[in-house]
């Protein structure tokens, strides 16, 4: 598993600390992307306008 169980649990799941580690850094760039009001609301009408609009907003977050 990837997500740590709660400290009161009677029998704790295994945890993967380095794939839990690496998961943080893309959680937060998704949570980034969401930032943009097109992406979030997904106005596009074609999926070909969409991924355009994720490389867009991708490249801006990228670039600051």
Known sequence: MSI???ANR???RELDRYLYKARHPI???FAKLEQ???IAT???NTSRNFLA???LAAS???LN
Do not use: G, L, Q
């Open 27 to 29: 959680e937060n760039y």
């Open 36 to 38: 943009f009001r097109a």
């Open 10 to 12: 009677s029998s704790p």
């Open 4 to 6: 740590p169980s709660k």
């Open 60 to 62: 801006a977050i990228w």
């Open 53 to 55: 609009a994720v490389h």
């Open 42 to 44: 997904r106005y596009d």
